[in-house]
């Protein structure tokens, strides 16, 4: 009788991608039953890793603050208890500007998890290593700052236009071609023309002045565009395989790399690439703005909110938070930045590990209902209206020129809340606040996109 795939289901073989070749090797060499189970040993399968019992406990860093945020902080809470059942995780917490960001499970902004010897690219998702950078330009006039950034930054999607592409690092490009994740020529080209651009949703160019010394700040916020993406698909992939062959019960969102692999190694090190590139991103649109105007400046630092940081076998995945240890930045220069929302001052912060926040603070103020809901809530007003409303006395701008109400301070929880909590649960302390005087943002890049345009011309 022929030997077939039941028979190494039989002999206690998960179904893998090497039984076709098995089957047909057991099959033309006529094996016996001995001869069978001596070829099988170099497929033996790892034993199933299952998932924990109970939820590895976490610390609850938020409260509702207002009937609105109930549902919010419930999903939140419920989201983390499935999540911390994941067979490597072994701490979490979550902060005052949390939300979800999917079904059950799926860790939320706001969220930190600690995993052993393991790598979950969902955990940092697609936009890997945004972050915000700030440099000081002294005394330079706010409004010259503003137009002169605007001049020279990028929203919206996709890269620069050929002519206007900053450069990308040589070294850079180098290391990516050295890397088996980076080293693909597609993901180089997208990562050359997506350096000095800031993409859309929450992203800004922030304008403001400093409490203390009263210089102006410029700070901007954003993450590793396409390429980290794209680095993210690839880690998925790698991850799911993994999860496939050790943890089929783990959440496919939930899927890790084991860092031990060789792929857990090269993933790792593509992850501090991608960190480079986008800091090189954040830095090529300060300096220009800085050239522009023809001054030097005083002092500069930044830092991510989404990444994972490594303390020795230790994984800290943190999807929006700031991390305040000094041991998870390489680089690090200065305090710390939590962005609260365009009317209200971004927060210049420091802060050491503690039982409550696991060495990180709130990355910004979070939302409590999603784009489309707080759109619905301000239909009763032109959008005009609202943008009047919402940014009195302040320089706001789209780069589209089209208004986007789901980015005006309404759409974010609470700053005033946000902060109340993160000195109630001692998560960081205020060293300094740079006042709002103006910010821009993508605005609503659905509204005119080149395809809607072209779907138009089509029907004409």
């Not at 090497?18 to 016996?32: G, H, R, T, V, Y």
């Not at 890793?49 to 939140?76: G, M």
């Not at 990028?154 to 206007?164: A, L, N, S």
């Not at 000195?423 to 005119?448: F, H, R, S, T, W």
Request: some cysteine; charged content about 25%; proline content about 5%.
């Amino acid at each position: 009788m022929e030997f077939n795939g039941n028979h190494l289901i039989e002999l206690g073989y998960r179904p893998a991608k090497w039984f076709k070749e098995a089957i047909e090797f057991i099959n033309e060499n006529n094996l016996d039953e001995t001869q069978i189970k001596e070829y099988l040993e170099q497929f033996k399968q790892p034993e199933l890793i299952p998932l924990h019992e109970t939820a590895k406990d976490f610390v609850i860093n938020i409260r509702a603050e207002h009937e609105s945020e109930n549902d919010n902080v419930e999903k939140v809470i419920n989201t983390m208890k499935v999540l911390m059942k994941t067979p490597t995780l072994e701490n979490g917490a979550i902060m005052p500007d949390a939300c979800p960001t999917g079904p059950a499970g799926h860790i939320p902004v706001g969220g930190v998890v600690v995993a052993k010897n393991a790598i979950h690219p969902g955990f940092h998702s697609a936009d890997i290593c945004c972050s915000v950078m700030l440099t000081d330009f002294g005394k330079a006039d706010p409004k010259e700052v503003l137009d002169a950034a605007h001049s020279i930054t990028h929203f919206g999607y996709g890269g620069r236009p050929r002519g206007e592409q900053m450069p990308m690092s040589q070294e850079l490009m180098d290391a990516f071609r050295e890397n088996n994740f980076l080293n693909d020529e597609k993901l180089i080209s997208i990562a050359r023309s997506h350096m000095g651009t800031q993409g859309d949703g929450n992203h800004f160019l922030f304008v403001g002045i400093s409490k203390n010394t009263g210089n102006t700040m410029l700070v901007t916020h954003h993450g590793s565009r396409a390429p980290g993406a794209a680095l993210y698909d690839k880690g998925m992939k790698v991850a799911n395989q993994f999860r496939m062959e050790i943890s089929p019960e783990t959440l496919r969102e939930n899927a890790w790399i084991p860092y031990e692999t060789e792929e857990g190694k090269q993933y790792w090190e593509a992850l501090q690439l991608i960190r480079k590139w986008t800091k090189e991103n954040h830095i090529s649109i300060h300096d220009a703005a800085l050239n522009k105007l023809g001054i030097e400046k005083e002092d500069r630092y930044w830092n991510e909110h989404n990444f994972v940081f490594k303390d020795g076998d230790l994984f800290y995945h943190a999807k929006g938070a700031t991390p305040l240890d000094d041991k998870f930045m390489p680089d690090i220069t200065g305090p710390r930045l939590i962005p609260l929302n365009m009317a209200e001052p971004v927060l210049i912060v420091k802060g050491t590990t503690n039982e409550r926040n696991l060495g990180f603070a709130p990355h910004g103020a979070g939302r409590n209902f999603s784009r489309s809901q707080h759109k619905k809530s301000l239909a009763h007003k032109t959008i005009e209206e609202v943008f009047e409303e919402e940014t009195k006395g302040l320089d706001i701008r789209f780069f589209t020129n089209e208004i986007d109400i789901s980015e005006l301070p309404t759409a974010y929880k609470s700053a005033k809340n946000v902060r109340a909590q993160i000195e109630e649960y001692g998560l960081c302390e205020v060293l300094d606040e740079v006042m709002p005087y103006g910010c821009i943002m993508a605005g609503d890049v659905q509204k005119n996109a080149p395809w809607k345009k072209k779907k138009k011309f089509r029907k004409a």
